[in-house]
């Protein structure tokens, strides 16, 4: 969430147990703005927490010209010091599945060892050859935080619009979803690179409007599992859950809920208990109230 | 003159005919020509177009058109009722003010759900503060309705489709609703229906398969049973009591995962098969948290000092509050989860708190008809479960995949003069406690899942049984070959032949016995 509002948005979002205490919202009000202006950003995100053994990290994510490709991610243990996260490469990603497991610790420095045994050769100059896979728990945190933007990062339909030249940016005119339209699933977009879309029909294309449905719809996701409830405490509110039964066999993807929280306020949270990250539970959401739009996520 | 008044007269008369005759209503549109007039009227010197004349018929249409427009909009709101509006309805009664006649001063088990949000704020953890008001209503509510001795907000679980507030309680002495007979009525039924079934004509083979007798239930007030919980989905929705939880239902939930729906009465649908319902699934799911991880300040609880049994019985289950304990530094406190203690009995692998002896049990049932048999063959006494005592500390909590199983922090790192400690249990994602000088509060907001390190593989189903012994005697074997059948068939004639040459030879002998002997 935008770090200028999240003194009254991060209430909105507390629902699944986690916020901030006041020693660190104020902390963060603080240190956000300085950040802005340090990095020269155009504005900051608090994007949540992951919660280390040893330590917890804050993270934070500062936003550039282009609101989905042009953003960096920061960590920080006490809400003041902040430093830039590597970026999560394909290689780095493949290398943490491998090898991190469990718990974060909270110390950026740990160092997950996995011992890999891999086939070099076929028939019969095959020949086992142990690789030691190493990864610092500082990649480690970037990839995590970096999937769980690219799988479950969720927006409403409308809230983004891609100009001609192709940068994406707020739609300033986005009123929020009303509590109808804000039940149906194909009301709410991936907020990443649209990975279906080009497979698309031109039947189905051609009710598009590419200004808005540059992203792919949360109703094309896999598993169907998505479940709409619509009660949360003192908002009006829908929580769309896309997360199955724990299937513990299939390392699942993050999954995502959704949550409405009156009519014009979105969010969205997600709980991958069972991936292969081993993160117990994100918390991620959108605000889309009035005038301005902005999301927020946490992680616990 | 008389006759100008008259012709006037007679003209208004014939222009309030004419007007009369235009003010009619057309059939079809419901319009008249008077006011059609006026309208365009009123538009032309409003407006002044020029040229009025020429474009007369335009304005015409158009004021015509404007009035069909407004006609247009006659339909109504169709009357949509969010969930949220229905929630509003049901919450408004937490709100009201019962004024009662009497002012009840005396000690309320209402639990102080404002300063545990207050300090549940500063380590990070919450509700928001509207949802916890609203809970404590809800707590209010509960306490209202039930003779309640101790009440306590427990948590919230979180499910796929709703959430459960949980409130833990204690019945005051001896007015709880006995539920039990009702339980046993219902077997006593069941019984009696499968005695009805085996009247049937064509009795069907019967399983000689016996299931292992159940762990028994522990009793209310003790064990996992020891307090009763209470949950509802939202607060201002009623209150559901839990069923007590059996062993078999704590056993099999170690053995599966899955999430809550939100639904008491939704089935478990999981290998092993669970035992019952959602709202026991949840039940059995407290007490496995509640028993991992309550904890308190070392020194808060004392064990029960009983008269005249001491060292008899090995585990003492009962403990007090210390009414000498002085509260815990801070640094001390959350240097190390040795200052905090375990104040709730842990579950054995049983299922139980206390282990029972199921072997005994057994043979006290099959005494009579199996007397002898047990004298042959004494079947080997199980080693009763032992569990780590109560007011065990934290530091002995055994260690999942090297994860340790608590961490300890403290609530502020700038202002340590007045800061607390509170732990984060690792085991069960989001149990905390914190303790405050002489206060400290136990809280889980979760998913009710516990942490497993590592991928998780559901039980396999057993081997399948097989229908028969294989042997020899049902071993499908080759057909013999023609050669073989009349290989055999000479064999057995030759021997046929010997025999018969052998009967013969013996029938000579013995007529020449006989007639030797003659």
Redesign the interface.
């Known amino acids: 969430m935008d770090s200028s509002t999240l003194m009254y948005s991060l209430?909105?979002v507390?629902?699944?147990?986690?916020?901030?205490?006041?020693?660190?919202k104020a902390a963060l009000h603080t240190s956000l703005l300085i950040l802005k202006r340090n990095y020269k950003f155009n504005r900051v995100l608090f994007w949540g927490?992951i919660?280390g053994?040893?330590k917890d990290y804050f993270i934070a994510q500062g936003v550039g010209e282009d609101e989905m490709r042009d953003r960096k991610c920061l960590y920080s243990f006490?809400c003041m010091d902040w430093h830039l996260l590597p970026l999560a490469t394909e290689a780095l990603t493949a290398e943490v599945a491998v090898a991190a497991?469990?718990?974060f610790m909270g110390e950026p420095s740990h160092e997950y060892q996995h011992t890999v045994i891999r086939h070099q050769g076929e028939g019969d100059n095959a020949v086992e050859e142990e690789v030691m896979v190493k990864v610092s728990e500082e990649k480690r945190l970037a990839v995590t935080v970096f999937t769980i933007n690219n799988e479950v990062a969720v927006v409403p339909r409308g809230a983004y619009i891609k100009s001609p030249n192709g940068i994406v940016q707020t739609n300033r005119s986005f009123e929020g979803l009303n509590?109808?339209e804000a039940g149906k699933l194909n009301n709410y977009l991936h907020f990443s690179e649209p990975k279906n879309l080009k497979k698309k029909s031109i039947l189905e294309l051609a009710d598009l409007n590419p200004s808005i449905d540059f992203l792919d719809p949360l109703i094309d996701d896999i598993p169907k599992e998505i479940?709409i409830?619509?009660?949360r405490?003192?908002?009006?509110?829908l929580?769309l859950?896309s997360?199955g039964?724990?299937v513990?066999?299939v390392?699942s993807a993050f999954c995502s809920c959704l949550t409405e929280v009156e009519p014009d306020v979105v969010f969205c949270c997600c709980?991958p208990?069972?991936s292969?990250f081993?993160v117990?539970?994100i918390l991620r959401c959108f605000f889309a109230h009035h005038n301005y739009t902005e999301w927020s996520s946490e992680l616990? | 003159m008389e006759s100008s008044t008259e012709a006037r007269a007679d003209q208004m008369q014939q222009a309030a005919c004419f007007k009369a005759f235009l003010l009619k209503n057309s059939t079809k549109t419901n319009l008249n020509l008077y006011d059609h007039l006026v309208r365009v009227l009123a538009r032309v010197m409003d407006e002044r177009p020029e040229n009025a004349v020429d474009v007369i018929e335009d304005l015409s249409r158009e004021v015509k058109r404007n009035m069909l427009l407004e006609k247009q909009s006659t339909l109504r709101d169709a009357p949509s009722t969010t969930s949220s509006e229905l929630l509003a309805e049901q919450q408004r009664a937490l709100f009201n003010r019962w004024d009662r006649g009497e002012h009840e001063e005396m000690e309320t088990p209402l639990p102080n759900v404002t300063e545990l949000t207050f300090f549940l704020e500063q380590i990070g953890v919450g509700l928001g503060r509207e949802e916890m008001q609203r809970i404590l209503l809800a707590l209010k509510q509960l306490v209202d309705m039930q003779p309640l001795q101790r009440c306590r907000f427990w948590g919230k679980i979180l499910g796929i489709e709703g959430n459960y507030i949980v409130a833990e309680v204690e019945y005051r002495d001896g007015e709880e609703e006995e539920e039990e007979g009702v339980e046993e009525m219902h077997e006593d039924k069941e019984k009696e229906g499968e005695a009805g079934e085996e009247d049937e004509l064509d009795p069907l083979p019967k399983s000689n398969y016996k299931p292992p007798t159940p762990v028994p239930k522990e009793p209310r007030h003790s064990g996992t049973n020891k307090f009763t919980y209470f949950v509802c989905r939202e607060p201002g929705l009623p209150w559901v009591r839990l069923p007590d939880v059996t062993p078999a239902q704590i056993t099999v939930a170690r053995q599966i995962r899955k999430l809550f729906t939100g639904r008491l009465d939704a089935p478990i649908v999981s290998y092993p098969p669970f035992p019952g319902n959602e709202a026991n699934y949840l039940r059995a799911q407290i007490a496995r948290i509640s028993a991992g991880t309550q904890v308190s300040p070392m020194g808060f609880y004392v064990f029960k000092e009983e008269e005249g049994e001491e060292e008899e019985e090995g585990a003492r289950d009962s403990v007090e509050e210390n009414p000498d304990f002085e509260g815990i530094n801070v640094q001390e406190i959350a240097a190390s989860p040795s200052a905090w203690v375990h104040h709730i009995q842990h579950i054995l692998v049983q299922g139980r708190c206390v282990w029972v002896n199921l072997a005994e049990k057994t043979e006290n049932l099959q005494e009579e008809d199996a007397e002898e048999e047990e004298k042959e063959e004494e079947p080997d006494e199980p080693e009763p479960e032992v569990g780590p005592p109560l007011l065990t500390p934290l530091s002995e909590d055994a260690e999942v995949n090297n994860t340790p199983p608590w961490s300890t922090r403290i609530s502020s790192n700038l202002i340590s003069q007045y800061a607390f400690a509170f732990v984060r249990s690792n085991l069960w994602p989001g149990a905390y406690a914190y303790a405050c000088g002489k206060k400290f509060e136990n809280i889980y907001i979760g998913w009710g899942l516990k942490f497993l390190g590592e991928d998780f593989t559901p039980a396999l189903p057993p081997p399948p049984q097989p229908e028969y012994p294989s042997g020899p005697e049902i071993t499908e074997a080759l057909d013999p070959t023609l050669q073989e059948e009349e290989a055999l068939k000479e064999a057995q004639e030759e021997q046929q032949a010997a025999l018969e040459d052998n009967y013969a030879m013996d029938a000579e002998e013995e007529e020449e016995e006989e007639e030797e002997e003659n």
């Not at chain 1, 507390?14 to 901030?20: K, Q, R």
């Not at chain 1, 405490?233 to 509110?237: Q, V």
């Open positions: 209430d909105l507390c629902g699944n147990g986690l916020t901030l205490s006041t020693e660190q927490k919660l053994i040893k006490n497991r469990g718990r509590p109808t479940k409830h619509q009660t405490l003192c908002f009006s509110s929580h859950y997360f039964e724990p513990p066999a390392p709980n208990s069972t292969r081993n117990l539970c616990l």
